[in-house]
């Protein structure tokens, strides 16, 4: 299997004179969970339509399991299952109905339907009408459907939206599962990082048609400024002594917070404030909160 499952090179894309998508090179590591990441209009769904083939892009420009998509289009799409938008589901059939329908449709053995219910943890509500499923059952359902003809590839355009904590939860739990049990890989967008930052395992960030960040989660917390956090007995007066040093701080909730640049910077904060009588409670480093790193990237 190659390393890359998805690839574009350069890939931009006009509706009319509207440049949505602008030299946009992702990389997609099989085994992955790819969360791709942008505020509403950002470009997620049109880049997800060009790889779906409903829309189509200059040749040359995406390839997808190492060939070439515009010469290769009935294979690859074979391969690959897709949730976008609402998952087409029949509410007056049951969950169990839908599966065997499509099933039938695909001409899939019908013994698949119970593993895949078992697989999307809908094997107890199999028989109750989808109309009654909650939103996240009916995701999963959705999930379902996409993953009867066994894809190795999943591409699912903004599955948690709208769904509870539990909900996100089940979404999240399955994917994994799906990655390191069976081996797929999953393309996921969203346009909120916390919904997505526990389960992906890379991001791609959009905004405005272009790609401002490619990475692993790792990489985005390791570009995320750091912060000393002080508890100190007077920071009001600990803030003013330490921005005439040069250390220009923010007082939150009685929490002084100064950009981190060093380990020795930091004991000379420490030692700054014992020499001026002040008393040091706690002296801490913390990462930037990455919703907010998000947000400044994506303004
Ligand atoms: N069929 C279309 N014709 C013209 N413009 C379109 C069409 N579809 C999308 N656009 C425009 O392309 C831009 C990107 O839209 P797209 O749906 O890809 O964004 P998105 O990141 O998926 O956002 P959302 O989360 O709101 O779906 C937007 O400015 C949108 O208005």
Sequence with gaps: MPDQIVETKSLSYHFGINQVLDNVSLRVEAGSIYGFLGPNGAGKTTTIKILLNLLHSDSDKVYLFGKEFSKNRIEILSKIGSLIEQPAIYHHLSGRENLINRARLLQIPKIRVGEILKLVDLTESADKKAGKYSLGMKQRLGIGLALLPDPELLILDEPTNGLDPNG???????????????????????????????????????????????????????????????????????????????????????????????????????????????????????????????????Q
């Design 168 to 298: 996100i939860i089940d979404v999240r739990n399955l994917l994994r599962k799906l990655v390191s049990e069976m081996g797929k890989t999953v393309f996921i967008s969203s346009h909120m990082l916390s919904e997505v930052e526990k389960m992906v395992t890379h991001l791609g960030i959009i905004n405005r048609g272009k790609l401002v960040f490619q990475g692993s989660l790792e990489e985005l917390h390791k570009i995320s400024k750091k912060q000393i956090l002080i508890q100190a007995s007077d920071p009001v007066k600990a803030k003013v002594l330490l921005s005439e040093n040069g250390y220009p701080t923010d007082l939150l909730a009685e929490i002084l917070y100064t950009p981190y640049i060093s380990k020795e910077q930091n004991a000379e904060i420490n030692s700054l404030l014992v020499r001026n009588n002040h008393k040091v409670y706690s002296l801490s480093q913390s990462q930037e909160n990455l919703e907010n790193l998000f947000l400044s990237i994506t």
